[in-house]
T-cell receptor, first 110, second 115 residues
Framework: GQQVMQIPQYQHVQEGEDFTTYCNSS?????IQWYKQRPGGHPVFLIQ?????EVKKQKRLTFQFGEAKKNSSLHITATQTTDVGTYFC??????????FGTGTRLKVLA | ETGVTQSPTHLIKTRGQQVTLRCSSQ?????VSWYQQALGQGPQFIFQ???????GRGNFPPRFSGLQFPNYSSELNVNALELDDSALYLC??????????????FGPGTRLLVL
């Protein structure tokens, strides 16, 4: 069945360094969503990408959807301690269901 | 704040018992989805309800069941609890039911421990 893999599983960066997490699907996706979950918290919706090659920016966060709509990336420029958490991508499976990726846990060292 | 609430926040049960978890969606949101998140894992889709009818289900056995009420509240029931049911249970509400239609707003979750 459809799988959604994220790499890396963990990333430790110094504050001010950049960070990127990648999401890869075995099948073509109609759209992809990104969520952030702080330690002890719940997933919070960040963005949805729909179009092939789409790039969206939210302040220091840049989201990209691959041309083949099978992969996506989230890039954070100049990380801050507030960026700590686990970042998940979520891909649709069927009509009603989202499959969440394995997540990338980001730790920012001050 | 997402406007989605869940109760209780924490719960301890023993194997074989039954549990009911509750969720209150944002007003006007017709769709609620339930997820199970084991420690260190991503959320796993259990099922979705749209206007009080189940319209999608993940790979969970029938002992996981749900209800959605007209007042935007919903329940997740789990019978015959097993140790592996220990997890964070999340509900998420949205306006529409189809994937890609609407943003999902997650509640804070209920952390269930089965001993």
């Amino acid at each position: 069945g459809q799988q959604v893999m994220q790499i890396p599983q963990y990333q430790h960066v110094q504050e001010g360094e950049d960070f990127t997490t990648y999401c890869n699907s075995s099948t073509t996706l109609s759209n992809i969503q990104w969520y952030k979950q702080r330690p002890g918290g719940h997933p919070v919706f960040l963005i949805q990408l729909v179009k092939s090659g789409e790039v969206k920016k939210q302040k220091r966060l840049t989201f990209q959807f691959g041309e083949a709509k099978k992969n996506s990336s989230l890039h954070i420029t100049a990380t801050q301690t507030t960026d700590v958490g686990t970042y998940f991508c979520a891909a649709p499976r069927g009509t009603y269901k989202y499959i969440f990726g394995t997540g990338t846990r980001l730790k920012v060292l001050a | 704040e997402t406007g989605v609430t869940q109760s209780p926040t924490h719960l301890i049960k023993t194997r074989g018992q039954q549990v009911t978890l509750r969720c209150s969606s944002q007003s006007g949101h017709n769709t609620v989805s339930w997820y199970q998140q084991a420690l260190g894992q991503g959320p796993q889709f259990i099922f979705q309800y749209y206007r009080e009818e189940e319209n999608g289900r993940g790979n969970f056995p029938p002992r996981f069941s749900g209800l959605q009420f007209p007042n935007y509240s919903s329940e997740l029931n789990v019978n015959a609890l097993e140790l592996d049911d220990s997890a964070l249970y999340l509900c998420a509400s949205s306006l529409g039911a189809l994937v890609g239609q609407e943003t999902q707003y997650f509640g804070p979750g209920t952390r269930l421990l089965v001993l």
